[in-house]
């Protein structure tokens, strides 16, 4: 399997936050209770992401749900990080699904976690550094 690494030159790609979540929720019943706790409107793009895992021989394809709040000028991305056959961030197995911050990344995270936290289908949220995850370029869409 080819391997893709960030340079410190490519730090410039990762602009975007990151946060994990925990659920036992299925992804449409975690947006839905987003949708009331947050007020965002998140929606399947109908552009998933895949992944082609060579050792497997197999694609994974993963949903990408989409908010562009544009009073905040965030743009919220939400996707399963689990899959049948492996994880978008296998390194971070522990984690259920994946929120996305792009655009504004002046956002206070705490507050966004705090929002996200008030939700009955969260059992936790947390920051994810990016910078730490070697998977990261199966988020750069």
């Given at each position: 399997m080819a391997k893709f690494t960030l340079d410190e030159d490519d730090d410039a790609l990762v602009d975007f936050l990151l946060i994990g979540i925990s659920s036992h929720a299925k992804i449409y019943r975690l947006c839905w209770s987003l949708n009331q706790v947050m007020r965002l409107k998140l929606a399947n793009?109908?552009?998933p992401i895949e992944i082609i895992d060579n050792r497997k021989k197999i694609k994974l394809?993963?949903?990408?749900y989409n908010y562009p709040d544009e009073e905040t000028r965030i743009d919220f991305y939400l996707m399963p990080n689990k899959h049948a056959n492996g994880f978008l961030l296998p390194e971070l197995k522990h984690i259920d699904y994946l929120m996305m911050l792009k655009e504004n990344l002046l956002v206070n995270t705490?507050?966004?976690i705090g929002k996200l936290r008030l939700s009955d289908q969260v059992l936790?949220?947390?920051e994810i550094n990016t910078?730490?995850?070697r998977s990261i370029e199966n988020l750069l869409f």
């Open positions: 793009t109908n552009k394809v993963f949903d990408v705490d507050d966004v936790t949220a947390f910078q730490e995850v």
